[in-house]
């Protein structure tokens, strides 16, 4: 016997995706996908390294609304003090000018 549900009840369970837009001169430029561990560096590595353009002294970070600077040479020299990201952040490479 073939049963027609006239009130069926379906739960979808969606779980947010959550991100880091990493942008300008890192050789793709993309939205990394946020986890618990990931540092600045760490994205900037998920989007292949920075370009030999990039301006690695003053590199910003936006996080809740607030930005700022860090210099990705000397995080590099001692990873140790490599800042560990939120969901929603946004890391922005200039170009240097040298």
């Known amino acids: 016997k073939e049963e027609i549900f006239t009130n069926p009840n379906v739960t979808v369970d969606l779980k947010e995706q ?3 837009d990493v942008t300008g001169e890192v050789r793709m430029p993309q939205r990394v996908p946020y986890t618990k561990d990931l540092t600045a560096l760490g994205a ?12 690695r002294r003053r590199v910003r970070l936006t996080q809740g609304g607030v930005t700022q600077e860090f210099n990705a040479k000397e995080i590099q020299a001692d990873q ?11 890391i922005q490479v200039d170009r240097s000018i040298f």
């Open 80 to 90: 140790g003090r490599d800042i560990r990201l939120k969901p929603n952040d946004k």
């Open 44 to 55: 900037v590595a998920a989007c292949g390294g920075f370009t030999d353009f990039a301006n």
């Open 18 to 20: 959550r991100f880091v």
